[in-house]
């Protein structure tokens, strides 16, 4: 586990400063797709950064196996509704309006398409968002970029480091996988794109 997946205050404060502006934006625009007075369900929640976002009648649950982020989460308000359970424990899903997956699935590589299908089996709405670009490096640099990520970047003691810098997606890749797996829009805000699949839809 990297330092910033110990600290949440630190992840929190390193992810406001890398994505800038579009982060407040990202999580406005998933809040408007998830409307209001929905029971959310997000996967790989952290530490519940879009929470604050959310229409005040909404219901919210989250999963992560960071306690630490679990804490913090804990702490934004009464209604945070947060367990230390594994999200390919597909059977124990509660029942909810929308399922929500932040920077998820770059960490989960091979296992990112399954967890799309599962999640769609269980859900009226799906919401993704994640980076769209590459963070694989070239073969020379893979032993020193896994290092620093071990150390100080991206690795969340949980999936195998090597997994994330497997990551291959720019926008035109991530939105193709998007769509062979059934999503109904796409919209793109800073490095980020976010995925809306539909039931209606599907």
Known sequence: MSIMYRYPQ?????????????????????????????????LGCGTAMVYPFLHRGSKY???????????????????????NK???????????D?????????????????????ALKRTKKLI???????FKPPKILFPIVRLFTNILGDYDGINDSS?????????????SFFQSMGCSKTITVGWDMIAVFDSNCI
């Open 98 to 118: 929308v399922i929500l997956i932040c920077d998820v699935l770059h960490h989960i590589i091979p296992n990112h398409p399954k967890l799309v299908e599962e």
């Open 128 to 134: 993704i968002s994640e980076p769209a670009r590459s």
């Open 86 to 96: 594994n999200i390919f424990d597909f059977d124990s899903y509660p029942d909810n």
């Open 163 to 175: 997994h994330t810098l497997e990551w291959d997606y720019n926008k035109e890749k991530l939105q």
């Open 10 to 42: 630190l992840y929190d404060l390193l992810v406001r400063i890398v994505h800038g502006r579009s982060l407040k934006k990202r999580f406005e625009v998933i809040a408007q797709e998830i409307g209001e007075n929905k029971k959310v369900f997000e």
């Open 61 to 83: 649950e989250g999963w992560d196996l960071n306690e630490n982020f679990l804490a913090m989460a804990r702490k934004r308000a009464d209604a945070v509704k947060v367990f």
